[in-house]
């Protein structure tokens, strides 16, 4: 298994050369598990990452039609505004990651996300998120989701994260 996620022929990851180390091990891990066992991740056509720096992510999405449905005053199919809540929200997590020099667990605080705009199935759409800083334990970060042939907005997020969060362990849930 490669170091860096896979990624189509014409299109090369932009890796920043100050990441962690454990960054693209764990992305590897977490695109197999979106691709074969997430739910929802897995009936996405593409979820690729595009740009991996230090705080910030980028990834090419395309989300088929099962996602979508045709609101009064569409004029069309559009994918369901959720879905962008779900990718945000993920996407925005991994620039947390991107931003700690170890792995810790992470657990969403807050998530606000405002729609723009609609995007139609099967269309390209990129989302581009940001962690702006992690103070006292909290990471701050915010994104958008854009049609990626127009750049027009479809959704803007803005989000906090507790920063080494412990879950409840296998045995406390029997």
């Known amino acids: ?10 299109q090369k990851l932009e890796i920043g050369d100050d ?3 454990f960054i ?32 910030q992510a980028d990834f090419s999405i395309t989300v088929p039609a099962d996602f979508s449905a045709a609101p009064a005053d569409s004029g069309g199919q559009v994918i369901h505004g ?6 945000l929200d993920t996407i925005l997590a ?8 170890r792995f810790m667990p ?28 992690i103070a006292d334990d909290v990471a701050f970060c915010s994104g958008k989701a854009v049609c990626a042939g127009t ?8 989000g906090t994260f507790m920063v080494g969060t412990k879950g409840r362990s296998s045995a406390s849930r029997l």
């Open 82 to 87: 959720g879905i962008f809540t779900i990718l």
């Open 24 to 55: 693209l091990p764990m992305m590897e891990a977490s695109r197999q598990f979106i691709q074969n066992e997430h739910n929802l991740f897995a009936r996405l056509k593409t979820f690729r990452p595009t740009r991996i720096m230090r705080g």
């Open 94 to 101: 991994y620039t947390v990651w991107t931003r700690l020099d």
């Open 1 to 10: 298994m490669s170091d860096t996620p896979a990624q189509p022929d014409d």
């Open 19 to 21: 990441l962690p180390d």
């Open 151 to 158: 750049g027009d907005v479809i959704a803007l997020a803005e």
């Open 106 to 133: 992470i657990a969403t605080i807050n998530l606000k996300t405002d729609y723009l705009g609609h995007a139609e199935p099967e269309q390209a759409i990129k989302v581009m998120a940001q962690c702006e800083g």
